[in-house]
């Protein structure tokens, strides 16, 4: 079955700083990569997906890069804000697109003003 | 739309007494999941659903744990008897082909 690793578990950057967050999964026949927010007391938020179609995806201050050929997917952050601060997931799903989602084990992002 | 709904958003219990937790996903949306997060295990999946079918309950840690999906608009995930090592944040998830919505999730403390 498909297994997510993510990296680092704790970031902390300064206000105005880029933070990047790594996963890789296992399963090469994964073909949709969704990335979560979790803010204190809330259940986590889709902020960004990627399909394998392509290899990156952009919306405002956050992206997405994908590179299958090594299974590893990031979620990058440019111009951090404290707002920015909470704990990202990124997800890949077990049995292709249609499967349940796997969650990697989440990072705590701390954007320092 | 209201989004994911769940209920109650904390509950603390006894050992030993029975707790159920609710939800009502989005209406049309498909498919419904139940996780369960805490410190050590991050966000595990227990069990989901498909058109009100359990399709995959191997998350599920004992038979103390089972869930029903009687409608479209209604799961329960009930916990019979709890214990103290059940106590974690158990978030209800819907999805569509937009991705997974989840709840506010319910905060279960059993002491």
């Known amino acids: 079955g498909e297994n997510v690793e993510q990296h680092p578990s704790t970031l902390s950057v300064q206000e105005g700083d880029s933070a990047v967050i790594k996963c890789t999964y296992s399963?090469?026949?994964?073909?949709?990569f969704p990335w979560y927010k979790q803010e204190l007391g809330k259940g986590p938020q889709l902020i960004i997906d990627i399909r394998s179609n392509v290899g990156e995806k952009k919306d405002q201050r956050i992206a997405v890069t994908l590179n299958k050929t090594a299974k590893h997917f990031s979620l990058h952050i440019t111009e951090t804000q404290p707002e920015d601060s909470a704990v990202y997931f990124c997800?890949?799903?077990?049995?292709?697109?249609?499967?349940?989602?796997?969650f990697g084990k989440g990072t705590k992002l701390s954007v320092k003003p | 739309d209201a989004g994911v709904i769940q209920s109650p958003r904390h509950e603390v219990t006894e050992m030993g007494q029975e707790v159920t937790l609710r939800c009502k996903p989005i209406?049309?949306?498909?498919?419904l999941f139940w996780y369960r997060q805490t410190m050590m295990r991050g966000l595990e999946l227990l069990i989901y659903?498909?058109?009100?079918?359990?399709?995959?309950d191997s998350g599920m840690p004992e038979d103390r744990f089972s869930a029903k999906m009687p409608n479209a608009s209604f799961s329960t995930l009930k916990i019979q008897p709890s214990e103290p090592r059940d106590s974690a944040v158990y978030f209800c998830?819907?999805?569509?082909?937009?991705?997974?919505?989840f709840g506010s999730g319910t905060r279960l403390t059993v002491v």
């Open positions: 997800a890949a799903p077990q049995g292709g697109s249609q499967g349940n989602l796997i």
């Open positions: 998830a819907s999805r569509s082909v937009g991705g997974y919505t």
């Open positions: 209406s049309g949306h498909d498919y």
């Open positions: 659903f498909n058109n009100n079918v359990p399709i995959d």
């Open positions: 399963d090469s026949a994964s073909n949709y």
